[in-house]
């Protein structure tokens, strides 16, 4: 059974970092391409990142570039997302999700049940 | 980033039928394939129709999706009160070489 299990979320102040983790099980981690997705309260779904099964090819969000770098552990079955210059608005749930096999990137499924980040001073 | 567009809200009552449309453009639902995710609330969202008319086990065949051109549709038949949950389509896009969301569909049930 596939399972994405976040953690790292909590409330940082403006202009700081953190590091949200995402450790998977119950499939072959390193033969998938994963997903962050996030969603402010209250909104819809916005996407943030996803790599690829060797995390040698990464596509983000326009609005995220510079600022939020998503990388994996395939050792460890773990996969990251390094936000920076944290901003109020980057308040949101963060889920991580699997995408399909091979060069595949389009799916996101099943997804994490998410950690809160929460930025204010 | 830009999103696929669907109507905010849908509503009906129990057994009836209701379709929520996605709109997009040929870089992302014109090429690629389209996904439905529900999202019941304090839930993570979880994938109902995916690869545009494909049902995942678990999920009742009262859910159907289906693709044309640069729009998509969600059905949902013999509507059920668990059946109501924001909704949202996602597809890939190739131009902006990324995920995009519709900005989902609160779908109530009377």
């Known amino acids: 059974q596939v399972q994405l299990v976040e953690s790292g979320g909590g409330v940082v102040q403006p202009g700081r970092s953190l590091r949200l983790s995402c450790s998977a099980s119950?499939?072959?981690?390193?033969?998938?391409?994963l997903h962050w997705v996030r969603q402010a309260p209250g909104k819809g779904l916005e996407w943030v990142a996803v790599?690829?099964?060797?995390?040698?090819?990464?596509y983000y969000a326009d609005s995220l570039k510079g600022r939020f770098t998503i990388s994996r552990d395939n050792s460890k079955n773990t996969l990251y997302l390094q936000m920076n210059n944290l901003r109020p608005e980057d308040t949101a749930i963060y889920y991580c999700?699997?995408?399909?096999?091979?060069?595949?990137?389009?799916?996101?499924?099943?997804w994490g049940q998410g950690t809160l980040v929460i930025v204010s001073s | 980033q830009s999103v696929l567009t669907q109507p905010p809200s849908a509503s009906g009552t129990p057994g009836q039928r209701v379709t929520i449309s996605c709109s997009g453009s040929?870089?992302?639902?014109?090429?690629?394939?389209v996904y439905w995710y529900q999202q019941l609330p304090g839930t993570a969202p979880k994938v109902v129709i995916y690869?545009?008319?494909q049902r995942p086990s678990g999920v009742p065949d009262r859910f159907s999706g289906s693709q044309s051109g640069t729009s998509a549709s969600l059905a949902i038949s013999g509507l059920r009160s668990e059946d109501e949950a924001d909704y949202y389509c996602?597809?890939?896009?190739?131009?902006?070489?990324?995920?995009?969301f519709g900005g989902g569909t609160k779908l109530t049930v009377l």
């Open positions: 690869r545009s008319n």
């Open positions: 790599t690829s099964y060797d995390g040698r090819t990464k």
């Open positions: 119950g499939f072959p981690f390193s033969n998938f391409a």
């Open positions: 040929s870089s992302n639902i014109g090429n690629n394939f």
């Open positions: 999700a699997k995408s399909c096999g091979g060069d595949c990137y389009w799916e996101l499924d099943p």
């Open positions: 996602a597809a890939w896009d190739d131009s902006l070489s990324g995920v995009l």
